[in-house]
Structures are given as structure tokens and as C-alpha cells.
């Protein structure tokens, strides 16, 4: 099993291979085109008019002139509404994000590293939950917090959000695997507290996770659209998510029965780039634990 | 010496550290205890007790489920989410694996690390941006592609989005946002099959099929349940895509495509709270037995 002799058929291999190589980087490079094409359009339609969108080159960039039309046309719909649902959206995600990660790494570990009465409910109870996206609660939520009085009120989404059981579970699966148990039985024969070891050993470690749970709890919240929808029904108050839905409403080549606040197609491209730049940014931060395949080591059987 | 230690430091039949170990692991789950309470159990159970309840709070039994049931749309909003259902795990277990799999055979780690982050971007997109977007790319006077769509004989938005058309768009839709990241998971496992493993396969002679459909493919099974579980729980909440697209059609599409559609509408439009919670009640027994039926079928959590 030396190592010459694993690599001398991988010498032959792009001769004897060239057809299924071209058939496979064809594979990849037409769904290259599939995810990012829309991305590019979206980002060159923003710098466009509605009359350049529509007779110009598709790929064509528009001008900074068009551009900055669109950005004021934009700004301008409902006195820079845009900008408000902008703050909402950060406002909502940030509270549930700080609220999710103070509850779910402890919960994770807890869930994972000790023994306690009802453990093994709690981890069935987290994988049903898990299965139930708050999309079909969404009724039942309304109905809760309204009787609690607080629609309305930005805790009726926050606090929803805040639950987060696939973290929970991420979490449980991390530490489960990726943290030997002896690491926090020796710090324990040291003499630190349970919190002591939670604090010195386990959250130092937890990094990778903390990063993931933070992220996709922060998309999740971010891009969430049913439950604000219902819950926060006034435009002061919508999420940038069902602030550009309803600005939806306001373009007339979608539709027609728009009356004079009318939006064109650019502009509304314009804010969806909006919406999505905070999620771009906070992944291009992530990215390094999600696409270097953070999973290393949280599957390992 | 330890047992004897142990023995006699116990009020009980177990060692003091470990009670004390209890006491922490409540306290660390405190808080997600009482999430889990007031954001999943309570509204479940709300849920329950407003579906066999009638308007006025008495017990009602069937009949909030026999009259949405009876509603014309209700059968209809079915056939649309299970046919949506159907392309939409389809075309994930397919392409994901299949993708996935061509990726981790690239001899080039940047070229396959470059393709994992563009196929991940749209992921930013979720939500109503994703919608969006493709109400653009669907729209033959602006789309990219709309020589493509001509081709295929749609020359107006409305064509591209007719009725029978829309469990696709949808899939495509949700296959655009949602795969890159199920690639990166499938790719970090595959990482994961130990190396002696795919040498053994190697020596063997196996060949890049033999290897993908004997070995690699087995041990992502449970990753492949995992993801086809969550994806079905996901989809049959379809909300979003269809309401904005009922707001961009032009009349075309309507607002009771999706069962969470229709769940919108007896609450907060026909004010028929327990008709809602009925319809909110079957998605979860729904989603949560096919889980049941595939994690109890796969083994996926037997490691527990």
C-alpha cells in the first residue's frame, strides 16, 4: 500500500478520462450559470432605467446616473421607508440573535456533555420541534400573543425567533463529537466549577459552532416572511422582508391597478439588493466555516 | 481506593460530582426550556384546542377539519404542495448529491471551493429576495434567458406563470435558494469518509461510479434523510413564494395556492380562527409523522 503505488494510475487518468471530465465540468458550469447569473442581473438591473431593462443587452451595465435615480426613486416611496424596515430588519435579528445564542450554546452542551433528569425528552422534544418551522405555528403564535396583548410589538417576533431548536441540535452534535468528554473531566479534577468548565473550556472550543448557529439564525430571522407578516402588519414596523413585499404591490408592470406612488422594475431590484446585503455580508464573515466544510469532524461515527 | 472513595462520599447510589453535573445541565437548558415551552409546546397545543373547539370555546370534535376540508380549495391546495412536494425532494436528492459528489472529485481545491461559495451565494437571497429575483428572471421582457423561454413558447409573464406551471417554478425557486447550502453539508461529510476507506475502494479497482453508488453514497445516507426531512418539513409551509407571486401576477395567480396560503386566509380574511388551526394542526401531524416514518426507517438517530 506504498504511497507510488496509490498515484501511478492517477498519472494516466486525464487521458483515459477526458470525455467524463467534459461531461462533468459541463455539469458544473451550467449551474454555475444557474446560481449566479440572477445575482449578476439583479446587481446590473439596479443600475438601469426601466427602458434600458427592457431593450438593453441583459448583461449590459446600465450608469451611475440611472443608478443614483433609482436609489432617490426609492428612497422617496413612503418618505424612506426603505430605510426603516432596514432598521427594523437589524433591530429584530440582532435582539433574537443575541437572545438565541445565550440560550441555545448552553442548552447544546448541556444536552451533550451532562446528565440530567428529562435529558434524553428534551433531545426527542428539540427533534420534533425541529420538524415544525414556525410557518405552520404562525396561526396558533397570533392567537398566543394576542392573548398576551402584544401584537405589535417587536417581541412578538423576537421572542419566536429567539426558539431555535436546530441550534440546539447543531450544538448537541458538535460537542458530542468534536469535544472529548476526558478534556472537561480533567478541568473538573482541577477543580473548576461546572460553569468554570462550560466558560474556560467549552466555549473557547465552540467557536466553529457559535459561528454557524449565529449564522443560520441570523438568515433564518433576516429572510423570515410569514410570521412578521402577521404579526407586524403596519409599514412602520415591517422587517425590509415584507417592506419590499409590499413594494411588490407598487410596480405596475406586475401590477396594473397601481396608482401614483408607482415603483419601476429597477428600483425594485434596487431593494431587493437592499434586503440582501446585510445576509451577504454577515456570509462572506461566515463563509470560512461553511464552505471549508465546518462539518470536519461533527459526523465522524 | 476510587470505589471506595465513591462509596462513602454518596448520599445515594451516585457520586456527588454527578448531582452536581444535574443540577448545572438544568440550568444550562433553563432558558431553551422555557422557549420550548412558550414558542413551541403552548402553540401546539393552542393549535390543537382551537382546531376541535368551535367559535364560541366548546369541543366540537371533527367538524373544523371536515368543513375545511369540505372548502373547494382545500383539495386543490393539497394536489398543489404534494406535487411541489414531489419535484422539490426530487431534484434536491438528485442534484445535491450528484453535485456534491462531482465537486469533491475535482482535482482542483480552488476551482471546488470557488464553486461551493458562487453555488452558495443565492442562499443570501431567501425569502422574499428570492421571489423576487425570479418574478425578474420569469418575465420575458426583462429576463436574461428570455430567448430561452421564447424557445420553450412563453412570450409573456403571464404564460411563464400559468396555473400548471407553478409547482416548478416554485421547485426552482426553492432549489436555487436552498441547495448550495445542502452541498456544503454533503461536502463536508464527504470529507468525512475516512481515507482508508476510499483507498480500499480504489485498490479494489473500483471506478468513480462504483465508488459514488457503493461507498460514498451509503455513508451520506443519513446526511440524505436528514436533509430530504428538513426540506418536506420546509415545503410544506410554502407561503411566501406563492403570495408574492399572487401579488406580481397580473390575476393570475391566486391567493389559495398552499395550504399556509389558505391557513392565512380562514384566519385573517374569513375569520375562522379553529378552520385555520385545523389546517395548521394537519401540516404538523403531517410533517412531523413523514419525519417519524423516515427517521424511524433510516436509523438516523440510533447513535443517540
Request: aromatic letters at 12%.
Amino acid at each position: 500500500m506504498s504511497r507510488t503505488h496509490l498515484q501511478a494510475p492517477a498519472r494516466r487518468r486525464p487521458t483515459r478520462n477526458l470525455v467524463p471530465r467534459l461531461l462533468t465540468g459541463s455539469f458544473l458550469v451550467v449551474f454555475l450559470v444557474f446560481f449566479v447569473l440572477p445575482v449578476l442581473w439583479l446587481v446590473l438591473a439596479a443600475t438601469k432605467t426601466d427602458q434600458q431593462l427592457v431593450h438593453g443587452n441583459p448583461l449590459s451595465i446600465g450608469s451611475w446616473h440611472a443608478f443614483k435615480a433609482n436609489w432617490d426613486a426609492l428612497t422617496g416611496f413612503q418618505d424612506n421607508a426603505i430605510m426603516q424596515w432596514l432598521g427594523n430588519s437589524t433591530l429584530y435579528a440582532v435582539i433574537s440573535l443575541v437572545i438565541t445564542l445565550c440560550v441555545t450554546i448552553p442548552a447544546g452542551y448541556a444536552l451533550a456533555m451532562t446528565e440530567f433528569r428529562g435529558r434524553h425528552s428534551l433531545l426527542v422534544a428539540t427533534l420534533v420541534v425541529m420538524l415544525m418551522p414556525t410557518a405552520t405555528l404562525v396561526v396558533p403564535l397570533f392567537l398566543e400573543v394576542n392573548a398576551v396583548h402584544l401584537i405589535g410589538s417587536m417581541w412578538s417576533i423576537i421572542l419566536p425567533y429567539s426558539f431555535y431548536p436546530f441550534g440546539v441540535y447543531l450544538t448537541y452534535i458538535y460537542f458530542s463529537t468534536a469535544v472529548p468528554k476526558d478534556l472537561l473531566a480533567a478541568a473538573r479534577m482541577d477543580g473548576c466549577s461546572e460553569f468554570g468548565v462550560f466558560r474556560h473550556i467549552a466555549l473557547p472550543l465552540a467557536t466553529p459552532v457559535i459561528a454557524l448557529v449565529g449564522f443560520f439564525s441570523f438568515v433564518a430571522n433576516w429572510t423570515n416572511y410569514f410570521l412578521p407578516y402577521v404579526m407586524l402588519p403596519e409599514s412602520s414596523q415591517m422587517p425590509i422582508q415584507v417592506g419590499v413585499g409590499s413594494l411588490l404591490s407598487n410596480v405596475p408592470s406586475f401590477n396594473p391597478a397601481v396608482g401614483t406612488t408607482a415603483i419601476e422594475r429597477p428600483q425594485l431590484a434596487l431593494a431587493t439588493l437592499v434586503a440582501i446585503t446585510p445576509v451577504l455580508v454577515v456570509f462572506l464573515f461566515a463563509q470560512r466555516f461553511l464552505v471549508s466544510g465546518m462539518l470536519a469532524g461533527a459526523t465522524k461515527e | 481506593m476510587t470505589v471506595v472513595n465513591s462509596s462513602t462520599s454518596s448520599a445515594g447510589r451516585r457520586p456527588r460530582g454527578t448531582d452536581r453535573r444535574s443540577r448545572a445541565g438544568i440550568a444550562f437548558v433553563a432558558g431553551y426550556v422555557i422557549l420550548l415551552i412558550a414558542f413551541g409546546v403552548l402553540p401546539t397545543g393552542y393549535a390543537v384546542y382551537f382546531a376541535f373547539t368551535n367559535a364560541g370555546g366548546t369541543f366540537s370534535g371533527f367538524s373544523n377539519f371536515i368543513t375545511t376540508a369540505q372548502d373547494f380549495r382545500f383539495m386543490d391546495a393539497v394536489g398543489h404542495v404534494a406535487v411541489y412536494l414531489l419535484f422539490w425532494l426530487v431534484s434536491l436528492v438528485v442534484f445535491v448529491v450528484g453535485l456534491s459528489l462531482l465537486l469533491h472529485r475535482l482535482s482542483s481545491g480552488v476551482a471546488s471551493k470557488s464553486l461551493r461559495f458562487l453555488y452558495y451565494i443565492p442562499g443570501a437571497l431567501a425569502g422574499a429576495a428570492s421571489v423576487l429575483v425570479w418574478l425578474f428572471m420569469l418575465d420575458p421582457s426583462v429576463s436574461p434567458v428570455s430567448s430561452l423561454l421564447g424557445t420553450l413558447g412563453f412570450h409573456t409573464f403571464g404564460e411563464v406563470i400559468a396555473p400548471g406551471n407553478l409547482a416548478l417554478l416554485f421547485t426552482i425557486i426553492a432549489f436555487w435558494t436552498g441547495a448550495g447550502g445542502w452541498i456544503v453539508v454533503m461536502y463536508g461529510a464527504l470529507n468525512n469518509i475516512p481515507k482508508d476507506v476510499m483507498e480500499a475502494a480504489h485498490i479494489d479497482g473500483a471506478n468513480a461510479w462504483q465508488t459514488a453508488w457503493c461507498v460514498q453514497i451509503p455513508m451520506l445516507r443519513k446526511w440524505i434523510v436528514y436533509m430530504v426531512i428538513l426540506a418536506f418539513a420546509a415545503g410544506a409551509q410554502l407561503f411566501v413564494e406563492p403570495q408574492l407571486l399572487s401579488l406580481a401576477s397580473v390575476g393570475v395567480a391566486g391567493r389559495d395556492y398552499s395550504l399556509n396560503q389558505l391557513t392565512y386566509d380562514f384566519a385573517f380574511q374569513m375569520n375562522n380562527i379553529n378552520g385555520a388551526a385545523a389546517v395548521s394542526v394537519e401540516l404538523l401531524v403531517v410533517s412531523v409523522s413523514v419525519a417519524g416514518i423516515f427517521v424511524a426507517r433510516s436509523g438516523f438517530f440510533d447513535a443517540d
